[in-house]
């Protein structure tokens, strides 16, 4: 291709300091080094994370930065020693590497890489590249990668352990929603929390990931998924896609935990916070059942200070689990579940609510913040 080996100018939405909108800029992205490779980004959807970096709350963020971390694309070119993808490829970045070589890889029992594993905080991580450095300048100023792949540009560098080759004929204004969103919530459901067959569970929180954790419950086969957040125009779309019962905190005359409790006799037998915060996290935890129930994290809000949690709550038999992108082995698992949507295993249409072009993105962000819609593809 005639950018190979070139710096490549395009248009990257960019967050210059905490608490202020995106700024559309022009940025140059340089060539991919060793190992990594360079990636034109087709689609790519918003989650709250993207938002928690520009949050004032959120501490640990480096400015200026490019955020974004569920996207799709086509490789524009690869650096020296890449083996797993070629140029013209169908391609989804990762935030979770894979290298296949660490301690943690070669576990099944987890999906974290060595890469993150030293890291103070998942999302203030893979900043720059491997040599320390960034691959993106605007204004003459290096700008900092973000989750090492900085989906808001329309060209990008990533390593090749952060990113899989699918399938030629996939759909990338959708199957970026694996990038994150979906595989987060799904992956909690049936990795993660494992629900079984006629249990009862639920979900906190209805955005991207919580409509994605109920539809990991119901293809898991739980018999009642009750779905809670305070926004009750999300009920429609969780009801189509396999909830239950569902439930507005702020309609009720008693805590939320309560009210499950006495509509499942005791309490469900899984539960899972895709929302965060602290009282979020404890009506998880305190709504499951004595002797099994199982609590699984997976949203964390910005300046979260955490969970103060009694002994005995543990004691009586109940679990906590933390779960980052759903548990999934990211290299070998996207292609898969690419394929999976395709064969119409789950549907991924239900979670886009708006597509929009790509110097709308802090419209977009609007949308979110107010509650109006679940990860937007959008890239143009």
Known sequence: MGTKG?????????AWEAGKPLCIEEVEVAP??????????????????????????????????????????????????????????????????????????????????EKLSQVKHPIADQELMEDKTSRFTCKGKPIYHFMGISTFSQYTVVSDINLAKIDDDANLERVCLIGCGFSTGYGAAINTAKVTPGSTCAIFGLGGVGLSAVMGCKIAGASRIIAIDINSEKFTKAKALGATDCLNPRDLDKPIQEVIIE??????????????GPETMKATLDCTTV?????????????????????????MGRTINGSYFGGWKSIDSVPKLVTDYKNKKFDLDALVTHTLPFDKINEAFDLMNQGKRVPTPGFS
Not at 303 to 315: A, M, Q, R, V
Request: charged share 20%; proline share 8%; glycine share 10%.
């Open 32 to 113: 991919p080094k060793a190992h990594e490779i360079r990636i034109r980004i087709i689609a790519t959807a918003l989650c709250h994370t993207d938002a928690h970096v520009i949050n004032p709350k959120f501490k640990e963020a480096f400015f200026p930065v490019i955020p974004g971390h569920e996207g799709a694309g086509i490789v524009e070119s690869i650096g020296p020693g890449v083996t797993n993808v070629k140029p013209g490829d169908k391609v989804i970045p990762l935030y979770t590497p894979q290298c296949r070589k660490c301690k943690f890889c070669l576990s099944p029992l987890t999906n974290i890489c």
């Open 6 to 14: 070139k710096i490549i100018k395009c248009k990257a939405a960019v």
């Open 291 to 315: 002797g099994w129930g199982s609590c699984t994290f997976i949203g964390v809000a910005p300046g979260d200070n955490g969970l103060n949690i009694s002994p005995e709550t543990l004691i």
């Open 263 to 276: 509509l499942t006799n005791g309490g469900v037998d899984f539960a899972l916070d895709c929302a965060g």
